[in-house]
T-cell receptor
């Protein structure tokens, strides 16, 4: 079945450091891929998405590229801020189904 | 943009009582809503898919008699935790599906922290 594997956290960085959170997936066909962010005590917010191979999703300085050959959708940001501290979830949606399949989440803490 | 309002944000209830959580789509009609449960330091577990005007579809292992879902209108879905016990304490999140060009979009409520004492 469909699944998402993302790097285990927690991840702790200093402000302005480079961020990578790895995400790989298993799915048949061509799923849509998402990154969601959850700030403490809140629900999930869509950060970015990509719907086909080689698409790059970007938002708020974050980027992720849909790599079909490596079945990956790694999240990157060149310079993190304290306000980026949150839990990040990689997810996929298989065409024909409305269900989202989530990874386990990666907690990011950015220190001043 | 599409907004889903979920409340209450926090609720504490006594063991054996029932708790209702509401999820409303504020500026769009949501034919499909999803209910998730999030355990501490773990991912979201899909509990059920709620379709307006029909019975909810529950995921394997989720007790439908314990977690009652009602989606009576295009803007409101409710989750009722019946005869709650401490092990039902968790963070519950609803989500609405938006069919958009190029793939589905989803918008999430802000979640409900349920504590059963």
């Amino acid at each position: 079945g469909n699944s998402v594997t993302q790097m285990e956290g927690p991840v702790t960085l200093s402000e302005e450091a480079f961020l990578t959170i790895n995400c790989t997936y298993t799915a048949t066909g061509y799923p849509s891929l998402f990154w969601y962010v959850q700030y403490p005590g809140e629900g999930l917010q869509l950060l970015l998405k990509a719907t086909k191979a080689d698409d790059k999703g970007s938002n708020k300085g974050f980027e992720a590229t849909y790599r079909k050959e490596t079945t990956s959708f790694h999240l990157e940001k060149g310079s993190v801020q304290v306000s980026d501290s949150a839990v990040y979830f990689c997810a996929l949606n298989q065409g024909g189904s409305e269900k989202l399949v989530f990874g386990k989440g990666t907690k990011l803490t950015v220190n001043p | 943009g599409a907004v889903v309002s979920q409340h209450p944000s926090r609720v504490i209830c006594k063991s054996g009582t029932s708790v209702k959580i509401e999820c409303r789509s504020l500026d769009f009609q949501a034919t499909t809503m999803f209910w998730y449960r999030q355990f501490p330091k773990k991912s979201l577990m899909l509990m059920a898919t709620s379709n307006e005007g029909s019975k909810a579809t529950y995921e394997q292992g989720v007790e439908k008699d314990k977690f009652l879902i009602n989606h009576a209108s295009l803007t409101l879905s409710t989750l009722t935790v019946t005869s709650a016990h401490p092990e039902d304490s968790s963070f519950y999140i609803c989500s609405a599906s938006l069919s958009v060009t190029g793939g589905y979009g989803y918008t999430f409520g802000s979640g409900t922290r349920l504590t059963v004492v």
